[in-house]
C-alpha cells in the first residue's frame, strides 16, 4: 500500500511521541508494546546512514542510539533470524519508490523455544526511508490456536482487540455440554465405517451451527460436545446465546435422526446442559500440555447437567435460567425461538452442600403447541 512523504513523517514522528516518551520514564516500559507487539523503527538518509532507531530496537540490540546516529545499517542489521534482512527488504523498497514493501518472517527462538514472527515493513520516499518491525507472534499464535476453536471472523475480530487472549481470566459466561445418548451401544451393533460416518456428520453438523453463532469449540470428546459463549469474545447475552445453539442442535439433530432411520441405522439422540457462572477461562495446564479452555464449579455443574438430560432434552443451570429470562424480558436481543421453561427436578452436585433445581427447556412451534425433537414410541418400540 503506498505511504505518501507525509504520511511517512507523521508515522515517524507519532512512532517518536509515543515511543521516546515512555524511554524517558523509569517507570514504564521503553517501547510501544500492545499485547506482545513491539515496534521497532529505522529512519535513514539518502546513504543508508541511520538516522533515528527507536528505543524497543536499541534495547533489543543492547546498543546506545546516540553512539549508532550516522553509522550505515550493517551495523544494526543482525537480529535473530539472520544478517542482512533489513537491507535486502530496504532494496526491495527501493525498486518500488513511494510503496510498502512488506516481508514477514519466522524463526524458533531456541532460548523461550517457541516460534516468532515478525513483519517487515519498508518505505522509501524521496531522500528518506523507513524500516518498521512488528513482533506479530501473538497475531500467529491466535491464529494458530483458534482456528480449531471459533469462526474466521472471531478470529479477525481477536486481532482487531490487540488483547492477550491466552491469558487466564475469571469472569462470568456459559458452557454448553453435548452427547448423545445410546451412541456407544448403537455402535457397537455398527461397522467401524458406518460409527464413524454417522460420528463425523454429528460432529460436523454441531460445529457449523457453533461456528455460525460466533460460538467457542472448546473441545470435543469422542460423542461430546462443550462449547463457550462469551470468550474469547464476551457479549452480555452468552446464556441467551447458548440457548438458541442448544435448540439449533436438537433441530439438526432430529433431521438426522430423519435421515438415519432412511438409511436403516438406528436413530440416537441428544442430552444438553447449559450453566452460567463465573469461570476461569485462557490457557490452562503445564509446560507440556497447554490448553484454552475454562474451570470451575459452574463448567462442572454443565456437565453434571448433560449427564442427566435425557434423549432430547435441554437441561439449565438456575443461573442461566435467571439470565435468559432476564434478556428475554428486557427484549435487547433477538430471540428466534418460542419455549417455556419447567423445573425439571433437583441434582446433587459434588462440593455444593444441598441439591441444585434444573430447569427444562420446552420448545414451542408457532402455533404454541409443545414440541419434542427426542424418540418417539415407534423408536422405543
Given at each position: 500500500m503506498a505511504q505518501s512523504r507525509e504520511e511517512l513523517l507523521a508515522e515517524v514522528q507519532r512512532?517518536?511521541?509515543?515511543?521516546?516518551?515512555?524511554?524517558?520514564?523509569?517507570?514504564?516500559?521503553?517501547?510501544?508494546?500492545?499485547?506482545?507487539?513491539?515496534?521497532?523503527?529505522?529512519?535513514?538518509?539518502?546513504?543508508?546512514?541511520?538516522?533515528?532507531?527507536?528505543?524497543?530496537?536499541?534495547?533489543?540490540?543492547?546498543?546506545?542510539?546516540?553512539?549508532?546516529?550516522?553509522?550505515?545499517?550493517?551495523?544494526?542489521?543482525?537480529f535473530k533470524w539472520g544478517p542482512g534482512l533489513l537491507g535486502k527488504v530496504l532494496?526491495?523498497?527501493?525498486?518500488?519508490?513511494?510503496?510498502?514493501?512488506e516481508r514477514e518472517i519466522s524463526f524458533t527462538d531456541t532460548v523461550k523455544g517457541q516460534d516468532v514472527f515478525y513483519q517487515l515493513k519498508s518505505v522509501v520516499e524521496d531522500d528518506m526511508s523507513q524500516i518498521m518491525i512488528e513482533d506479530i507472534s501473538n497475531l500467529r499464535n491466535i491464529e494458530k490456536t483458534f482456528r480449531r476453536f471459533v469462526s474466521p471472523a472471531v478470529i479477525e475480530k481477536m486481532k482487531e482487540l490487540k488483547k492477550d487472549f491466552f491469558k487466564a481470566e475469571r469472569y462470568e459466561m456459559s458452557v454448553l455440554f453435548a452427547d448423545l445418548r445410546g451412541f456407544t451401544s448403537m455402535s457397537e451393533r455398527m461397522r467401524p465405517d458406518d460409527v464413524r460416518a454417522v460420528l463425523n456428520e454429528y460432529l460436523e453438523a454441531m460445529i457449523d451451527i457453533l461456528f455460525a453463532n460466533n460460538a467457542t469449540l472448546d473441545k470435543v470428546v469422542g460423542d461430546e460436545v462443550?462449547?463457550?459463549?462469551?470468550?474469547?469474545?464476551?457479549?452480555?447475552?452468552?446464556?441467551?446465546?447458548?440457548?438458541?445453539?442448544?435448540?439449533?442442535?436438537?433441530?439438526?439433530?432430529?433431521?438426522?435422526?430423519?435421515?438415519?432411520k432412511e438409511a436403516g441405522r438406528q436413530p440416537v439422540y441428544m442430552g444438553i446442559?447449559?450453566?452460567?457462572?463465573?469461570?476461569?477461562?485462557?490457557?490452562?495446564?503445564?509446560?507440556?500440555?497447554?490448553?484454552y479452555t475454562v474451570i470451575g464449579h459452574h463448567v462442572n455443574l454443565a456437565s453434571r447437567l448433560c449427564d442427566v438430560a435425557s434423549?432430547?432434552?435441554?437441561?439449565?443451570?438456575?443461573?442461566?435460567?435467571?439470565?435468559?429470562?432476564?434478556?428475554?424480558?428486557?427484549?435487547?436481543?433477538?430471540?428466534?425461538?418460542?419455549?417455556?421453561?419447567?423445573?425439571?427436578?433437583?441434582?446433587?452436585?459434588?462440593?455444593?452442600?444441598?441439591?441444585?433445581?434444573?430447569?427444562?427447556?420446552?420448545?414451542?412451534?408457532?402455533?404454541?403447541?409443545?414440541?419434542?425433537?427426542?424418540?418417539?414410541?415407534?423408536?422405543?418400540?
Open positions: 512512532l517518536r511521541d509515543q515511543l521516546d516518551s515512555r524511554a524517558s520514564s523509569d517507570s514504564e516500559p521503553m517501547m510501544r508494546s500492545i499485547v506482545g507487539l513491539q515496534d521497532k523503527v529505522i529512519q535513514l538518509d539518502e546513504n543508508s546512514l541511520i538516522q533515528y532507531i527507536n528505543s524497543s530496537l536499541a534495547r533489543d540490540l543492547g546498543i546506545d542510539r546516540s553512539r549508532i546516529i550516522g553509522q550505515p545499517l550493517e551495523e544494526i542489521d543482525q532494496a526491495d523498497a527501493r525498486q518500488n519508490p513511494g510503496t510498502q514493501v462443550m462449547a463457550l459463549f462469551g470468550a474469547p469474545i464476551y457479549y452480555e447475552d452468552h446464556a441467551l446465546r447458548a440457548l438458541s445453539v442448544a435448540i439449533q442442535f436438537q433441530l439438526r439433530q432430529h433431521e438426522l435422526v430423519a435421515r438415519w446442559g447449559i450453566n452460567t457462572g463465573e469461570m476461569m477461562v485462557g490457557n490452562v495446564g503445564s509446560e507440556q500440555a497447554v490448553n434423549p432430547g432434552k435441554i437441561l439449565l443451570g438456575q443461573r442461566t435460567f435467571e439470565t435468559v429470562k432476564r434478556d428475554l424480558m428486557s427484549r435487547k436481543y433477538s430471540f428466534p425461538f418460542k419455549v417455556k421453561f419447567r423445573k425439571d427436578g433437583e441434582i446433587q452436585v459434588k462440593g455444593v452442600s444441598h441439591p441444585v433445581d434444573v430447569i427444562g427447556v420446552v420448545m414451542k412451534d408457532d402455533d404454541g403447541n409443545e414440541v419434542m425433537p427426542g424418540p418417539s414410541l415407534a423408536d422405543e418400540g
